[in-house]
């Protein structure tokens, strides 16, 4: 079986809309942009997992970023790698962060040394104890099984050093992966899920993965209008984009596109959920009739009340084939 390569977090897209959508300057680019800064960088850290991908046993099934709810208060837990094997479930915690890292286990503590500096962080160890504690949780109510559950820490930054107690075997460098899940694979041989639930488990899961939308808007303090302004010209940033014969041009450079209003459309349905009136939608997409403004939506959007709901699954699938 092929397993998955790592797709990219929606909060990175949903970031990148929000610093195209909002005006320039404003205040908030700065944290914005520092924040995606580093989401990027921790998914170019899961990124280097597909290395290995290619090593992991044909009996394994991979899951990446799963996002689950707990059975034991309903809020939800991600885990970064998630390998079931008919012997056991295998949980990763994956961390790309450069420097001397020191586990302090017995304080909770990671400790990082990095140009001189020390900074603590929650320890990456006690993070994937308890995501295994709620994938128990999980496997039981969703699948009855009851396998044992080993959760690893993966440091994917191969420049790290890592500091870790002789005793604990479960904090490594990413490329030990293949090695380490061989011999686990040694230790726990009793097969608990039979090939008819792993299939059943598989399927479950990838139901249950609720990759989350964040409230961005909420999250730094924005409102709606502040993303809702007209069309702005990517290149130059003038708000002087015209439709003239079936495509989008911008009179102040000449660029010219004609998926603007899909890509348009897509930031928006990455930042909001809720209906938005139609005269939002003339707004953006300025001094074009109000029917052609419709005829644009309407494939991507649905009436809702007075309003118009955008369709999620419709705009994602059109934005994949502009690309
Ligand atoms: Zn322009």
């Known amino acids: 079986m092929k397993q998955p390569s790592l797709?990219?977090?929606?909060?990175?897209?949903?970031?990148?809309?929000?610093?195209?959508?909002?005006?320039?300057?404003?205040?908030?680019?700065e944290e914005i942009t520092e924040h995606l800064r580093r989401f990027k960088i921790g998914h170019a850290g899961e990124q280097t997992l597909d290395l290995q991908m290619p090593m992991i046993p044909e009996n394994c099934k991979v899951f990446r970023n799963m996002t689950l709810r707990s059975p034991?208060?309903?809020?939800?837990?991600?885990?970064?790698?998630?390998?079931l094997h008919p012997c056991f479930a295998f949980i990763g915690e994956v961390k790309n962060m450069a420097g001397t890292l020191t586990f302090d286990l017995k304080h909770g503590q990671l400790l990082r040394m990095l140009d001189g500096?020390?900074?603590?962080?929650?320890?990456?160890?006690?993070?994937?104890?308890?995501?295994?504690?709620?994938f128990r949780l999980w496997l039981k109510k969703y699948a009855d099984v009851n396998p044992p559950v080993l959760n690893h820490v993966l440091i994917s930054n191969?420049?790290?050093i890592?500091?870790?107690?002789?005793?604990?075997?479960?904090?490594?460098?990413?490329?030990?992966?293949?090695?380490?899940?061989?011999?686990?694979?040694?230790?726990?041989?009793?097969?608990?899920?039979?090939?008819?639930?792993?299939?059943?488990i598989c399927e479950t899961l990838k139901n249950s993965n609720a990759e989350h939308r964040s409230n961005v808007l909420k999250k730094y303090h924005l409102a709606e209008t502040e993303i809702l302004g007209k069309l702005?010209?990517?290149?130059?940033?003038?708000?002087?984009?015209?439709?003239?014969?079936?495509?989008?041009?911008?009179?102040?450079?000449?660029?010219?596109?004609?998926?603007?209003?899909?890509h348009t459309l897509r930031d928006i349905s990455l930042l909001i959920q809720t209906p938005l009136h139609r005269k939002t939608f003339d707004f953006i997409f300025g001094n074009i009739p109000a029917r052609s403004t419709l005829r644009l939506i309407a494939p991507f959007s649905t009436r809702s009340g007075n309003k118009r709901l955008l369709l999620i699954d419709k705009i994602e699938e059109a934005y994949e084939k502009t690309l």
């Open 7 to 29: 797709q990219q977090p929606i909060i990175i897209d949903q970031l990148q809309a929000l610093l195209r959508r909002l005006p320039n300057p404003h205040p908030k680019r």
């Open 72 to 83: 034991a208060n309903g809020e939800t837990f991600q885990i970064d790698l998630l390998i």
């Open 117 to 134: 500096s020390l900074q603590s962080f929650a320890c990456p160890v006690n993070q994937s104890s308890r995501q295994a504690f709620h």
């Open 158 to 160: 191969y420049q790290a």
């Open 162 to 200: 890592i500091e870790a107690p002789a005793d604990h075997d479960g904090i490594y460098h990413a490329a030990n992966l293949p090695r380490e899940l061989m011999h686990v694979s040694k230790i726990y041989t009793r097969r608990v899920i039979t090939k008819e639930k792993m299939k059943s």
């Open 232 to 262: 702005t010209c990517q290149h130059c940033g003038n708000q002087t984009i015209m439709r003239i014969k079936r495509s989008w041009k911008c009179t102040s450079c000449d660029w010219r596109d004609v998926n603007t209003h899909i």
